[in-house]
């Protein structure tokens, strides 16, 4: 019996420990972007480095989040991309990253990747120490394709292209039979261009049929100078394409400076020599079906949870900061002020307070410049083994890569700035725009969405509102409050649009119908209703993670534990699972010395010979 409920108390023990084992093997951010049967190699912080050092092509690779809202609606393009020079691989391939994951947190800040997406070119055979040519410009997938050219081109005049890389440059001064001899095959196509030929066209005929290389005969340009050609093979007209053959035999075809006119003629014109010239890779534009989907979304009633607060800091510190090689001069600066305004303001549980106020002591040691990894300890050290891998409650996206961190940290400005304003009510000394200037420097310097950064800067700059001309900390809730509605109408029904929480200007009419009165916007009642959403009070403690014991592997989660006056921290719940494990373990051998007592005691009853107790 007392052996039972041992073994029932281990039992309960390792069930809750395999749940706690489960609740941290869910990652705050999981990589979706793209499929494993897309044409983009993926790599990680274990294969990155052998994968692309080991190989005589090329790289153009994406580096990404997936929590980025430019990088949700870019995905499409890159896919579509990757399939457009599926054909190209010989000489370039498409390879992709994603920093959001933990284990990349080194590979990112190896190769200083500061914002997402950042997209950048490494060279054949490339070595440890080089950190790719970043691609900036237009993201169209057309003008990504010509920058991979131009990037190849470059290849040949740095001397960097590997041997079998197809020539692209036109013929300077060479013989027709200075190709014969440089060339093993039978036949070689000329392609003869306008005098403008700063189109990529031709180019892209040269790389497209590469991938049937050696079965396709070699093709070179000829731009409208050499007219010597243009008179030996009859051209008349141009763009042409002469179809050359060592016989001395020619023919030559009208063409049209366009990539899929090209192909089109180049597999015609093989089609019946050689098979694998049919199979011409289109371009296409896959649909992303949902890997995984969450059922349960956030109900349309406002509600902010301490979870998502938690969740921000914890992915902005542990992840976003970490990230960084090194942290200095303005960029130390704000991340100090960010701390020190989240150190007095941020009305969080007591372990996450002691964790930020660790955090801004020691961070005031380093007065010229920190590492990111360094940094990154510092962080680990102020969180004393606290829980780190909170889960989006109120940001949890119908899919892994919609809200999460970009809405965790909207909820914390806002409650940052209301919980400033409610400090400081009529507070005529205080500094309005503090925690405004606070997030203006995080996002400038920290936040990895590239491109929603430089749109927020341009808000807080506005030379008609900038974050400046906040005359209190009242206004500045309503500044970041109208600040946000500009991005919501901006980015609505973008890809990166969760469909079951679509951007809408806040707050919606069900939940403060007095808030906008014939579609005029009153602040006052919107102000009324910020502070009662994001005051400390009324955040929701759902889905927090306390830690059990042993303290760094057991976390268990808590439904509701109220905040505001009563606050647990982890360690108060830490104390209560061990006081419950030890009473229980003290109850248990309470009933096993009753037991054996009971045994002892029918074992000692004397009995006369009739049966009776004696
Ligand atoms: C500073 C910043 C700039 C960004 N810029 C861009 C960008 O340029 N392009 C882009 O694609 N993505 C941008 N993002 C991301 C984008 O704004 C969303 O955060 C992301 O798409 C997730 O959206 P969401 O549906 O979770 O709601 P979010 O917009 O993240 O909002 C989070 C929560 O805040 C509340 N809320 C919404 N609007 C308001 C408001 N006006 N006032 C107060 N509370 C409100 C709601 O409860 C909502 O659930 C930016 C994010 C940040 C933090």
Known sequence: MCEQLMKLLFLTMGFQFSINLLVDA???????LYKDSDPIV?????DFKSTIMATSNAWLIEFYSSWCGHCIDFAPAFIQLANDVKGWEKVIKVGAVDCAKDENIPLCRDFEIMGYPTIKFFPAFTDAT???VARTGSKKVDSIRFSMIDYIEQQFVEKKAPPHWPLLGPLQNETIDDLWSHYNNNEIILLFEAVDNSKYWSREAIMDAHQYAPHYPPIRRVNAMRQDLITKYNVRSLPAFVFLERTGK???????PDREYMKKIMRKFFDSENEAAVVIPKSTHTTREPHVVHEDVKPAKDVVYMADLEGALLYAFGHEVSIHKLIAGKELTALKKLIDVLDRYFPGRTGMKETIHTLRRNLENY??????????ELW?????????????VGCRGSRPNF????CGLWTTFHTLTVSYALKHPDDSEVDPALVLQAMKGFIKYFFGCAHCSNHFIDMAEDELNPIESVKSPRQAVLWLWAAHNKVNRRIASDASEDPKAPKIQFPASHNCPECRVDGVEREEAVYDYLVKL?????????????QTFPARSGSSRIQSLPLGTLSFTSYDISLCAAIYLVSSLILMLVLCRILVKRRRFVRKQVYDVCGKLM
Do not use: C, D
């Not at 007065?367 to 990154?376: P, S």
């Not at 680990?380 to 989006?392: F, I, K, V």
């Open 42 to 46: 993926q790599m990680n912080v274990a």
């Open 26 to 32: 869910i990652p705050l951010s999981n990589s979706v």
């Open 403 to 406: 809200r999460g961190y970009p």
């Open 534 to 546: 994001y005051s400390s009070e009324h955040i929701n403690s759902t889905g927090l993670l306390v």
């Open 367 to 376: 007065k010229k410049q920190i590492g990111g990894e360094e940094f990154a």
């Open 130 to 132: 080089q950190l790719g």
């Open 250 to 256: 020619s023919e030559v075809y009208q063409v049209q």
């Open 380 to 392: 680990r050290n102020a969180l004393n083994g606290r829980e780190t891998n909170q889960e989006w």
